[in-house]
């Protein structure tokens, strides 16, 4: 098992974003098994439920990221703040 | 929870697929993410650089007119191919063997390897020998390798002709699956044929349209082998895809680092423009909000019943 990933040059980030996104998906799916999510319309206007907004928000997040990559001597930081800010705005109300 | 619960144990039979495109697909991409953090000399030598490569693709004017000719490229094949498919899958027979020679004929571009369509439209434009590049020499100036709006066409046109039959066959697949009684009923309606193609046709074709729309996108931005091979993405830089730049850092340049940095970003902008068409065109087919809660439901009906009943003690007082 541990061969399939072993020949990869780890590094702690990369690592723990994998761990949290199969984390995610795993808990996701127990949490719909269990209660099963509540479609709903919010400012995106489109009828989403609960992962479906999960995957936009991270998505907007990567989007943002790129975008300040693309700015000169942009501060990542504060950057990465907003994004957050963002991303939880779109889970709560989108 | 007043909603059933649904069975859904037939999701375990997805199972093999995860893990082929965990083998596949997962498992490199982890590769190229970490990748992507880590400047590599040697095995046992790496330096982690945080985003760096990132912020260096990212500001990189290269790869900024690459990604804004890939847009462009992309959406002028989409406004050619749809249509044009479209238009040729309503021209073809419908049954019979003219049927099965046309679909034999629109199809064979598409069984041909990418490289060796580059190849064949590489001599078909030639100027010397080549049929394409004498027969357009004889009423314009036409030179691949120095005019930038002639390489640009070249590829535009070969895409054209190596794609379209793609859209052609899912079209011609889905016009095939109307049901007659349409036709007829648009017939005792009266309806003319534009409007039995916007009002019959056009909305049962919205499925295979949308698959065709997303394939086409998906492989016209990571176009790479044919210009690859016709222009090799000149002259200059003008008809250099992201992939074919990717591939010269990565490949060329040997700089694992910052193409893992673009990799990523590239497969970012790939699935927003994906899950983008994707959302638009099912739109109105995307499940509604849940319903609402059976208390809600007494409440809302408590609202209309109340008149009724009021009026119905009135008669019968």
Do not use: C
């Not at chain 1, 989007?63 to 703040?81: E, G, H, K």
């Not at chain 2, 039979?13 to 000399?41: C, E, G, H, K, W």
């Not at chain 2, 804004?68 to 406004?79: E, F, G, P, W, Y």
Request: charged share 15%; hydrophobic share 55%; glycine share 6%.
């Amino acid at each position: 098992m541990f061969e399939l990933f072993d020949w990869i040059p780890w590094t702690a980030p990369i690592a723990y974003v994998f761990i949290g996104v199969a984390v995610m998906i795993t808990g996701l799916t127990i949490w719909g098994h269990y209660r099963p999510p509540i479609r709903r319309k919010g400012f995106l206007g489109v009828v989403t439920d609960r992962s479906e907004r999960v995957y936009i928000a991270i998505v907007s997040f990567a989007l943002v990221m790129v975008i300040s990559f693309a700015i000169v001597d942009s501060n990542t930081s504060v950057w990465a703040i907003s994004a957050l800010v963002m991303s939880a705005g779109i889970l709560k109300w989108g | 929870m007043d909603a059933k619960k649904k069975n859904n144990k037939a999701w375990f039979l997805v199972l093999p697929v995860v893990f082929v495109v965990a083998f596949t697909a997962i498992i490199p991409l982890m590769a190229v993410a970490n990748y992507s953090l880590q400047d590599i000399q040697g095995a046992d030598n790496r330096l982690f650089v945080g985003l760096d490569f990132f912020k260096r693709v990212a500001t990189d004017p290269n790869v900024q007119d690459a990604f804004a000719r890939n847009v462009t490229l992309s959406m002028q094949i989409l406004l050619i191919q749809i249509p044009l498919g479209i238009f040729l899958a309503r021209l073809m027979p419908k049954s019979g063997w003219k049927a099965s020679a046309a679909l034999v004929v629109v199809a064979i571009p598409l069984i041909i390897p990418w490289n060796v369509v580059g190849t064949t439209w590489r001599i078909f434009t030639r100027n010397d020998i080549g049929l394409g590049g004498v027969l357009v020499n004889k009423f314009t100036d036409y030179n691949l390798s120095e005019s930038t709006f002639d390489a640009w066409a070249t590829i535009l046109v070969m895409d054209t002709w190596h794609w379209t039959p793609l859209v052609t066959l899912l079209v011609y697949a889905g016009l095939r699956s109307i049901p007659q009684a349409y036709y007829q009923a648009a017939a005792i309606d009266g309806a003319s044929a534009l409007a039995v193609f916007r009002f019959v046709e056009l909305p049962k074709l919205k499925r295979v349209l949308m698959i065709a729309l997303l394939l086409r996108f998906m492989d016209s931005f990571m176009m790479y082998t044919e210009p690859f091979v016709v222009t090799g993405g000149g002259p200059g830089s003008s008809t250099q895809t992201l992939s074919i730049l990717l591939t010269t850092i990565a490949i060329g340049q040997f700089d694992i680092g910052v193409a893992g940095a673009f990799s990523l970003m590239y497969f970012l902008f790939i699935q927003i423009f994906s899950f983008l068409f994707f959302t638009v065109l099912t739109l109105d087919e995307r499940p509604g909000a849940t319903r609402v809660t059976p208390k809600e439901k007494v409440k809302s009906r408590e609202k209309v019943e109340k008149p009724v009943n009021s009026k119905l003690k009135k008669v019968l007082k």
